[in-house]
């Protein structure tokens, strides 16, 4: 798996930026054992075909980003379409990107940056969408958030891009021949990056957990 982002350009107190909505829209050729595997550096919202996967407000676990990650698994075995499933993910600024006025050092901590996360879905152990390039991202409505300090929702710059995909509105396609719904909304390339997945080492370990 990769991490992905919007960019580098991070939320303050001073200098409000959107949380960031991706997605992905893939199809789906079958099998007896699916599950989706998902980790971010800040929270996430996942979204399949527009129904919200998520069983807790704040996922994954709350954590340290500079010592430990938590990912969540998710069992999607007949949830998916032979064509135009639609994934999304909306995401939040945890520990990452913490304000809290320098209290606890969280605004001038090294390890502060964007908002990121890495999935994979497989089915029968094999990877059918991972996060990387075909990803697209836009701003969503949500234009300040913080889990201490709350958030900023304006209406306005809602972007229907959680349910179906080709259902109303105008679409485009683009090179990597994903259906991207157009309403008043732009849409971005994402920022990859490597995502270390082993799993115990001096200064990070993942630990999965069912979700």
Not at 25 to 37: E, H, K, P, Q, Y
Not at 126 to 133: A, H, L, P, R, S
Not at 178 to 201: A, G, Y
């Amino acid at each position: 798996m990769k991490y992905i982002s919007h960019g580098t350009k991070f939320n303050t107190l001073n200098s409000h930026v959107n949380a960031p909505l991706f997605k992905r829209v893939f199809d789906f050729d079958g099998g007896a054992n699916t599950t989706l595997t998902i980790t971010a550096v800040g929270l996430y919202r996942l979204f399949l075909n527009g129904v919200e996967l998520n069983k807790s407000l704040f996922a994954p676990t709350l954590s340290n980003p500079d010592q430990v990650v938590f990912a969540d698994t998710y069992e999607l075995s007949g949830k998916l379409n032979k064509t135009n499933n639609v994934l999304c993910v909306l995401l939040g600024n945890g520990f990452a990107c913490c304000n809290d006025y320098d209290i606890w050092g969280n605004d001038t901590a090294p390890y502060r940056a964007a908002p990121k996360f890495a999935l994979a879905l497989q089915a029968d152990g094999k990877t059918v969408v991972e996060t990387d390039e075909k990803f697209v991202v836009t701003d969503s409505a949500i234009t300040f958030d913080d889990f201490r300090c709350g958030e900023h929702y304006d209406a306005r710059l809602v972007a229907d891009c959680c349910g179906e995909a080709e259902k109303g509105g105008k679409h485009r396609q683009n090179k990597n021949g994903l259906l991207v719904r157009l309403r008043r909304k732009r849409h971005w390339s994402v920022q990859v990056e490597p995502f270390n997945c082993r799993k115990r080492t001096a200064n990070r370990h993942v630990l999965r957990r069912s979700a």
